[in-house]
């Protein structure tokens, strides 16, 4: 056994293995809870180009909530009216028509395309304007250990990864016409790096490296499924073509196959292409991957959109792959090792969802294990994990097999004989829509989701829905006339939020209930403590880890914000009053996106309005009325901790 | 006499003194068309708060038009409808309501509000992302030498300017808190600097160096206008106050005086001060700032919201300033300098304008001094920056004499006998309210602005008019759905573009109008050549100084991408078919601000179309009718160089 004197030994709290989509989301909670955190990605340099592209509303509308929206919208192209091309007569191609899905009308966003790199810079970014988290790249990862007996211990470290640095003089293969801001990232990460041999020791380890994850193999989780016997090429290209709907997302199918166009940002149009089925008795199943090339790939792209012309000159990226199915049985090992992303399932990639799914994998998780590591939450909400991601996964691989049905059917117009399979296709769409838009999240019944044995909302606010998001609506700042979408409003920072809608305080009974409820909440009724001084706060955090947010529904000009308990809009003495904390649900008639319907979009009585939590990944927790504070705390108290009596002020507990 | 032998000396094409909002802003157009300048600055590092921060309408359009609005968007704050407080009965101030402006339905953008030094940083930015071009700071400017009698002679450098650079060394002041992105820059500047003397002779000079300008002085053109009597503070804090409008922009007035109230990003608000007036046997008209502090100005502050409170523990920026109201008889010498923003024209900044007004003289010179340089354009096109821009600067100080009046005069309440200062404001306001918001530019007829004669466009297109800007209309790109505002689709790239509004080609008799067009573009017309391939180039540069950009008004779907002539749509064998040059006004039922109106906006009919060129900085140069090539011919061979004849493919001239 040799002795190696220059392994370096480390503590971290949370170690994540991957720096895609996935593990920046988980590292993006790190950074704004401040947790000490580390980022290792075997890659020398981050994805520049090719790879996922597909972004969907719900996604759009967390990247809003987390103050990022406005760089992904300037540089994505929108999709949103998938289009179908069928055979005609003698050969020729016919649009079909187009469909407008009608989730379309429930969101400010819609649906965009941008490569998977720029969206990694922009959570990079993000992680680093509220953190020193740094991506380590060039990082091996030699072996892990995890001691499962030590997991009831807080200060312990079951994880234990022995790493590999690679040294800098190692060569790295860098685009041409890299963006300025990806350079600067280059030459900032060269001049740091150097070789050396580690042992991590972490108290969470969140695997994110893909689909052959390293982490899952060490944990020894098994990945269940099998690949198909379709072989897929993709190329990204700027096409030469002459059929009018090249630069639009849609289908062309003739007798030779189906093909999935889809227009990207820089002219790019990326084309995902069948390119054959391989013969199970010489292959073994395997496809050989030197045996397809671009050129192969543009023979079939070709062939599909015949009499129309295809060619191209600039190949941004291209790729091949096997369909396959796979899913582990089990996204997390013990209550310290988790799996997110296409470590854990994995699926076609034509569905535009693949990176949708990872990133809400890592936005899960995230907030999850933070608040853990910090003292503020039971482990036990880490359980929710698994059963909350788990069966977005299995909805992901089941939609995705009607995909690949749909892809791999060659199609026959219906005058001959052929089902028109779009129109099949279509109503398999639309019974999926709300998943793979992301608008539902169908998360169960836990600590964390107080379903109260429905599967609405309640009858005094018919929308929202626990376990699911909240509608967007956009709103008027009541002390300022800042319009803003809800998903801006209900920040990504990191806290629980009570929202209070707090109804029309014009009636004088109305009035008496807010008041009554911020009476509770500034700590005035002594034989109920409130919510917000109740529950341990983040350790160098600002202050409680509940804080409320209040929208009524009267007129900006017929209430004043000095109307509203003091608890709801919170006086600091360096910052004054908590202006961004009231919110008003009347229309604007300069904006027409504000149009005072929120409190109808989310099924609430106008006068009486009702109250919930949103949980810190933006999907609601708990709702109740007014009155609910009992009720309200039992829900939290079911896994925040709470403060040790001593510190709770005047003595009540 | 000594002689220094360590005096460089350089050459370039165009020397900006002054890296404020004009002269970054002048950088920008260099920066686009690839001309050799510097933009050197004598303060060590950029402004990082403070300072200007209004943000009108139009400025956002041309934001959005040089690709950068996002950015501005996201950090401001809006503030749209100003309100008015005035005394009640017994000593209490009433809300006496807000003007919604005419304008706000003209343009997706409103008035924001951002700091000069973050508009300074995306400015910066976006000259990075186009050129080689740094701001040089820490330059002392020493001598400067014009000789006209070279003017006439392009390869001549008429200008000569010493320089000195001071040694990095010195101790340079940087705020607390700084954004992660001005901190990286400050690091990149001070690694790069050293002290050095040069004298660096420019073919042209931009002098934007504010109120105090070297350069306008080094040129002996005076600077009219006087200073009154009125002594004002600002400050920049996070209020501690009861007053329920604390962050609505607006103005409050009692007895003692008026102040103006700004809302910022941030948590910031601007307060606009009267602190007093000057004892003119005293003082000789000057006041002495020392006497003026922050304590001085709260209290002012505190006086005039009586009954409300008012504190502040966090002061980001403060100063104090003499209404001055001047202006530069001219804002050019000979053709080869010229002056830009407070360095020609300066007044009270309360009037939120100030930036706006220099910012759009930058962008007004830039492009033309940049065409000329690059041989393109005729040297007497330098001209109309004179004439555009001083009507403008006159009706900025005209303006401002009003707010002067409003800001200085007491508040008594109407049946006190005092006539309601606010009612005559906001008729002021409302008349200069095109003016302000930049909505009108008042460009008069010249080489650059053909104007037939009549200052409304022609009646074909009554709502086109020479000399102003398009109207914007959110638009849709036939070929891909791209739905985007006009303002974008008209990029500040550089180019002149002849917009062509092709109308109905569902009409046959109006496509072959547009055939027709096409031809001619396509220089299938030997007895016309085209304006496309009639003039020079940019060196360098990507291809014609002309494009082209067509608007139909067909539906989408029934009119097809190629149905258009080949010349409107060019093919490019890299770059594929020119889709982004077609674009639609056509509804767009899941985007409602694409309305399909367009064409009813600019007054132009939707059959038969018009066209009309758009000049580099957005303003409208000529309108015609699609058979006007003639006319539009003889407006561009009026200023832009004609290629030599061996150069005209055919040999038509």
């Known amino acids: 056994m040799s002795v190696d004197n220059h392994v370096i030994e480390s503590h ?23 947790i000490r955190a580390r980022v290792i990605e075997k890659k020398e340099t981050k994805v520049f180009n090719g790879h996922a592209d597909g972004i969907r509303m719900r996604t759009m509308e967390l990247f809003d909530s987390m103050g990022i929206q406005h760089r992904v919208n300037h540089e994505a192209h929108s999709a949103v009216a998938p289009g179908f091309w069928i055979p005609g007569e003698n050969g020729t191609l016919i649009r079909k028509g187009s469909m407008i899905p009608a989730q379309v009308f429930q969101s400010p966003f819609q649906h965009m395309l941008l490569d998977q790199g720029r969206i990694e810079r922009i959570m990079i970014d993000s992680i680093r304007e509220h953190s020193d988290i740094e991506v380590e790249r060039g990082v091996i990862t030699e072996a892990l250990e995890y001691d499962e007996s030590m997991d009831h211990d807080p200060n312990a470290y079951p ?20 963006r300025l801001d990806e350079w600067e990232d280059i030459v900032r990460q060269s001049q740091k790096r150097q070789a050396k041999c580690e042992t991590i020791k972490a108290k969470y380890i969140i695997g994110c490296d893909g689909a052959h994850s390293w982490t899952r193999r060490q944990l020894y989780i098994p990945f269940e499924g099998e690949n198909s016997e379709h072989v897929w090429g993709v190329i990204d290209v700027v096409p030469l073509s002459n059929f009018p709907d090249i630069r639009r997302l849609g289908t062309i199918s003739n007798i030779t196959g189906t093909i999935l166009i889809v227009p990207r940002e820089r002219n790019l149009v990326r084309f995902y292409v069948p390119v054959h089925v ?21 023979a079939r792209v070709q062939a599909i959109l015949s009499p129309y012309t295809f060619d191209f000159k600039i190949i941004d990226w291209w790729t091949a792959y096997q369909i396959g199915q796979r899913i582990a049985p089990s996204f997390a090992k013990g209550n310290r090792a988790f799996l997110a992303g296409d470590a854990v399932h994995t699926h076609s990639p034509k569905v535009g969802l693949g990176m949708n799914i990872s990133m809400q ?39 995705d097999k009607f995909w690949s049905v749909y892809f791999t059917d060659d199609a026959k117009p219906p005058e001959d004989g052929g089902a028109d399979k779009n129109v099949e296709m279509l109503k398999i769409v639309e019974r999926y829509q709300d998943f793979s838009d992301g608008v539902k999240a169908f998360y169960g019944e836990s600590p964390l989701v107080s379903k109260a044995g429905i599967e609405t909302g309640p009858p005094f606010a018919t929308n929202l829905v626990p376990g699911e998001r909240v509608l967007p609506s956009k709103l008027r700042q009541h002390a300022d006339d800042s319009m803003v979408w809800s998903m801006r409003i209900m920040k990504s920072d990191g806290l629980f939020r009570l929202v209070v809608l707090a109804g029309d305080i014009r009636s004088q009974e109305q009035k008496k209930r807010v008041d009554t409820l911020g009476h509770y909440l500034a700590g005035l009724n002594k034989s109920k403590p409130s919510i917000l001084t109740r529950y341990a706060s983040i350790p160098g955090g600002a202050g409680s880890i509940v804080d409320t947010l209040t929208i009524h529904s009267a007129p900006w000009n017929e209430a004043e914000f000095f109307d509203f308990p003091e608890s709801l809009r919170p ?20 904006d027409r996106d504000v149009d005072g319907k929120a409190y109808e979009r989310w099924g ?9 939590i949103l949980r810190p990944d933006q999907y609601i927790g708990w709702v109740g009325e007014l009155e609910d504070v009992d009720e309200v705390t039992r829900y939290l108290d079911g896994f925040l901790t709470q403060k040790p009596v001593s510190i709770l002020s005047n003595g009540h507990v």
């Open 159 to 178: 994880i234990s990864v022995k790493i590999r640095t690679s040294s800098p003089e190692k060569e790295i293969t860098i685009p041409s016409n890299l």
């Open 604 to 612: 609430v009585d106008r006068v009486r309005g009702a109250m919930f």
């Open 571 to 590: 006086f600091d003495p360096v910052m004054g009053w908590g202006y961004d904390k009231i919110w008003c649900d009347h229309a604007c008639v300069w």
């Open 12 to 34: 971290t709290d949370v170690l994540i293995v991957g720096a895609g989509p996935s593990g920046l989301t988980a590292a993006y909670w790190m950074a704004r809870y401040g």
């Open 278 to 298: 391989i013969n199970d008795t010489t292959t073994n199943g395997r496809y050989d991957r030197s045996d397809i090339t671009p050129e192969k790939i543009k």
């Open 361 to 399: 994998d890592g936005f899960n998780i995230g907030w999850k294990v933070a608040l853990v590591v910090a003292g503020v939450a039971d482990p036990a909400i880490l359980s929710t994990y698994n059963t909350e991601r788990y069966r977005l996964a299995e909805l992901l691989l089941e939609y």
